[in-house]
């Protein structure tokens, strides 16, 4: 017997989608300044943004993007790669302030192949991880609990990263 999924946060989400086109594009706008909290962005900055994953694999799960929409970071202007990469790397400080994690994933999927799940604008994962964890991940995926659980985490790690923007 299959049980029916009750995800109205995937729902808005995919209806977010075709709102808005790119989330990647769309979150870090000075338009969308007042949803920042809503979409769980975190820091903007001149070429590079970070938010929550919406999907998150860990607790404190962050996207870092640049701006602009490009796939690869081959085609970034060295500026734009500086930037992201530098915001990546205070991501890591600031996800080890606020989370004190016994490790993290730190990567880029280029490509549908290599597991993007949006592979046409270019984004970093850097996920917190505690010995155990994957027994955590149930709970965070359950959709009933998820769209708290992200604001929850949004409140928490917001003030580690204010000072950025
Ligand atoms: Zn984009």
Not at 47 to 71: D, E, I, Q, T
Not at 147 to 157: A, N, V, W
Request: some cysteine; aromatic content about 10%.
């Amino acid at each position: 017997m299959s049980e029916s999924l009750w995800a109205p946060w995937r729902i808005d989400y995919i209806l977010g989608q075709k709102t808005d086109g790119c989330f990647l594009c769309a979150y870090p706008k000075p338009e969308a300044e007042a949803r920042r909290a809503e979409n769980g962005v975190l820091a903007v900055l001149p070429h590079a943004f970070v938010c929550l994953n919406k999907y998150p694999f860990a607790a404190g799960h962050v996207l870092v993007s640049p701006r602009r929409h490009v796939a690869s970071p081959e085609e970034l202007t060295l500026e734009e790669y500086a930037a992201t990469m530098s915001l990546l790397r205070e991501c890591i400080v600031r996800l080890k302030r606020a989370t004190s994690p016994q490790g993290l994933n730190v990567g880029f999927n280029l490509g549908k192949a290599a597991g993007a799940g949006v592979d046409e604008h270019l984004h970093g994962h850097v996920v917190p991880r505690w010995a155990g964890d994957s027994n955590f991940m149930p709970v965070i995926a359950d959709v009933r609990v998820m769209p708290e659980y992200l604001q929850d985490t949004y409140k928490r790690l917001r003030p580690f990263f204010e000072d950025l923007a």
